[in-house]
């Protein structure tokens, strides 16, 4: 489980000033940034592949963020304070696992993850099979992987709203965005030269690293049938399941070659603050 402690709004500022002047950026108050959380929609993501990532990371895809996550992105964006996005956070994912210190993939490392990914598909039902996130967290974190964190505010978000499809429905521009990273992914012989690539091994997830993120932790998805009703996540069930049943088969398949994170400490980042 992640090692974390809950801290005030008062507390985050300091902090994430702290945070600021450690990447080199000036100190600034958190006003305009919770000011773009206020009015932001709960929102649903619809797990969709897993994949191997550029640098050989594992990552558990979603079919796309839907438009209301858009909106706050560009309400942030607008406040002026942060710095460019990183493409990590463009898309929706979680990082699941990375390779060990001075490991790289070969070929054929890359074909049977390639084939792994697929033996384990998720449903194909759209919003019925999907993960509803009614709160953000603002987060000072110790480690990229979110595996040490400081502080941890949450955000609460607007009601989800099931006739909404800003709500719970990617853009089609937003499809095709998921699509073809997915896409590139499948021509083993050309995007090798992408996923052996160095960096964004153990050293980098779990090394020291002060910094701040707005995310998501998986753990809090609701099941889109029960946003509702406060009931238990059958999708965040099967999904959890699948990761854990995924990450298995890899390392029977190719041992010693993969760190994986905590399970307490997975996350869709949806900007980084620092």
């Not at 950026?25 to 897993?50: C, D, E, M, N, V």
């Amino acid at each position: 489980p992640r090692r974390t402690r809950r801290c005030s709004e008062e507390e985050a500022v300091v902090w994430m000033a702290r945070a600021g002047m450690e990447a080199g950026r000036g100190p600034s108050s958190s006003s305009a940034i919770a000011g773009a959380l206020q009015g932001a929609s709960s929102f649903a993501l619809i797990p969709y592949k897993f994949m191997v990532s550029w640098n050989g990371v594992l990552v558990l895809v979603f079919r796309g963020f839907p438009p209301c996550v858009g909106d706050l992105k560009r309400g942030l964006d607008a406040t002026g304070l942060l710095p460019k996005e990183n493409p990590g956070s463009v898309w929706p994912k979680v990082s699941l696992g990375c390779l060990k210190d001075k490991r790289r993939l070969t070929p054929d490392d890359l074909r049977k993850l390639t084939r792994l990914c697929a033996d384990f598909p998720f449903p194909a039902h759209g919003k019925a099979f999907s993960l509803v996130f009614d709160r953000l967290h603002l987060t000072l974190y110790e480690r990229r992987s979110h595996e040490r964190v400081l502080a941890d505010t949450p955000f609460a978000l607007g009601p989800y709203q099931d006739t909404n499809p800003s709500h719970h429905t990617p853009s089609k521009e937003e499809l095709k965005k998921v699509d073809a990273i997915f896409e590139e992914t499948q021509s083993e012989e050309d995007y090798w030269y992408f996923a052996s690539k160095d960096g964004h091994g153990e050293t980098h997830y779990r090394g020291p690293c002060l910094g701040s993120s707005l995310i998501a932790w998986l753990g809090e998805g609701r099941d889109h049938a029960h946003a509702h009703r406060g009931g238990e996540a059958d999708c965040l069930q099967m999904t959890t399941r699948q990761i854990q049943d995924f990450e298995a088969a890899v390392e029977r398949e190719l041992p010693g070659l993969y760190s994986f994170f905590d399970q307490g400490s997975l996350h869709v980042t949806l900007r980084g603050i620092t």
